[in-house]
């Protein structure tokens, strides 16, 4: 299962770091993305990295404030959101896929406010 952490409450401008924590697989075979989803809206992909690193994707409304890594030998995949907005504000999820498997966290909230 994935487990993500580090979500909060921060101001506008502030910083939060979130993990995604894999268990009872091997998260270094699995290309790893980071989604959220704000009430009334739909689930928008934010950030991706690929199994080795190598490969990212931003959308547009995070490139240059958000940074996706990973550490295998931990299991877990990062995201790190600076500059953060109120309209960065939704639950954010992790997702693995490897060829046929996939998983899904439970979600994490991230609140964005003064």
């Known amino acids: 299962r994935l487990v993500e952490s580090g979500g909060g409450l921060v101001q506008p401008g502030g910083s939060l770091r979130l993990s995604c924590a894999a268990s009872g697989f091997t998260l270094g075979y699995y290309s790893i993305g980071w989604f959220r989803q704000a009430p009334g809206k739909e689930r928008e992909r934010v950030s991706c990295?690929?199994?080795?690193?190598?490969?990212?994707y931003y959308a547009d409304s995070v490139k240059g404030r958000f940074t996706i890594s990973r550490d295998n030998a931990e299991n877990t995949v990062y995201l790190q959101m600076n500059s953060l907005k109120p309209e960065d504000s939704a639950v954010y999820y992790c997702?693995?896929?490897?060829?046929?498997?996939?998983?899904w966290g439970q979600g994490t909230q991230v609140t964005v406010s003064s």
């Open positions: 990295i690929s199994s080795t690193g190598a490969s990212t």
């Open positions: 997702y693995a896929a490897y060829s046929r498997y996939e998983y």
